[in-house]
């Protein structure tokens, strides 16, 4: 992290507990100011919200890959075949089978860009219903635990290990979410 970013985070943080604690001195009863923070990626990589895409997603890759598999192994026979017509077919006859298969070709590399283009879909997706379950976690450990604050780990620099609330959020959205089924039709992207 640069050095101005530390110091506006640092800063940010002085002038937020700074807040808190003159508004607790500032009146009779005293304000608890109660900080934790989450480590993100051991969240990503530990609920089983995210275990249970993870899967579902690796699933769909290896579809991807054995039809896309399947259309190149039938090309190359198909290329192999052509090869071998070339003596027997009249020039005339040979050109059309090669114009055949090279529109063969493009449908394939066509539907490759097809099918990235709806894994990148599938991701993105994917990522924004963890992110909601993540945040609906967030929410329901905040308020069960009456939390002022909460920070990522990757935005803080050094943290005492009782400010670490991972364990309660992960247990909180393995709680809401353990799973997920991923539709076989996703909805149209948002603009």
Do not use: W
């Not at 934790?36 to 051991?42: E, K, L, P, Q, S």
């Not at 894994?119 to 994917?126: D, E, G, S």
């Amino acid at each position: 992290m640069s050095s101005p970013k530390f110091a506006a985070l640092v800063f940010s943080i002085y002038l937020i507990t700074n807040l808190f604690v003159a508004a607790a001195y500032s009146q009779e009863n005293v304000i608890q100011f109660k900080l934790g923070v989450v480590d993100i990626v051991r969240l990503t990589q530990s609920s089983l919200l995210s275990k249970d895409i993870a899967r579902q997603k690796d699933g769909r890759r290896k579809e991807f890959r054995t039809e896309i598999k399947s259309e190149e192994s039938e090309l190359r026979k198909l290329k192999e075949e052509l090869q071998k017509q070339r003596v027997i077919l009249s020039p005339a006859a040979f050109e059309q089978e090669v114009k055949n298969f090279r529109q063969r070709e493009i449908g394939l590399q066509k539907k490759v860009q097809q099918r990235n283009q709806e894994f990148n879909r599938l991701r993105v997706f994917t990522n924004r219903v963890f992110i909601q379950e993540l945040n609906r976690a967030l929410a329901d450990v905040t308020k069960k635990h009456n939390f002022t604050l909460i920070l990522r780990k990757s935005g803080v620099l050094v943290h005492a290990d009782v400010f670490d609330i991972t364990s309660l959020v992960l247990a909180q959205i393995n709680k809401n979410a353990p799973n997920f089924k991923i539709p076989d039709v996703l909805p149209k992207p948002e603009k």
